[in-house]
C-alpha cells in the first residue's frame, strides 16, 4: 500500500489524523505528516481516511501483493446469491 497526500489540496481538516492515527498526525494546526509507506495491518483505517478526506487530498495505491490479499468476487457475502436462498 502506498499514499500520496497532494499537500497543495489539503486544508488541514484532520479527519484522516482522527481515523488513522497511526498512519496521519497533524504538526500543528495545518501541516499533516504521514507514513506513505503504511502498514497492513492499517489498511482499512486509511481507507476510512481517504473515504473521509472532504477535499479528496489522498491517494491511496494497492501494490500487487494488496491485492493478492483482497477476497476473491465469489468470496464476497450476497455475490451471486439470490433473495432467499437457491432453487
Given at each position: 500500500?502506498?499514499?500520496?497526500?497532494d499537500?497543495?489540496r489539503c486544508q488541514?481538516y484532520?479527519?484522516?489524523?482522527?481515523?488513522?492515527?497511526?498512519?496521519?498526525a497533524?504538526?500543528?494546526e495545518e501541516?499533516?505528516?504521514?507514513?506513505p509507506?503504511?502498514a497492513?495491518?492499517?489498511?482499512?483505517?486509511?481507507?476510512?481516511?481517504v473515504?473521509?478526506?472532504?477535499v479528496?487530498?489522498?491517494?491511496?495505491?494497492?501494490?500487487?501483493?494488496d491485492?493478492?490479499?483482497?477476497?476473491?468476487?465469489?468470496a464476497?457475502?450476497?455475490?451471486?446469491?439470490?433473495?432467499?436462498?437457491?432453487?
Amino acid at each position: 500500500m502506498r499514499l500520496v497526500v497532494d499537500l497543495n489540496r489539503c486544508q488541514g481538516y484532520a479527519q484522516c489524523a482522527f481515523l488513522a492515527p497511526d498512519v496521519f498526525a497533524m504538526h500543528g494546526e495545518e501541516s499533516l505528516l504521514y507514513n506513505p509507506q503504511a502498514a497492513a495491518e492499517q489498511r482499512q483505517n486509511v481507507e476510512r481516511a481517504v473515504a473521509a478526506c472532504p477535499v479528496g487530498a489522498i491517494l491511496l495505491e494497492l501494490t500487487d501483493e494488496d491485492m493478492a490479499h483482497l477476497p476473491a468476487p465469489d468470496a464476497v457475502a450476497g455475490s451471486g446469491a439470490r433473495p432467499g436462498g437457491t432453487r
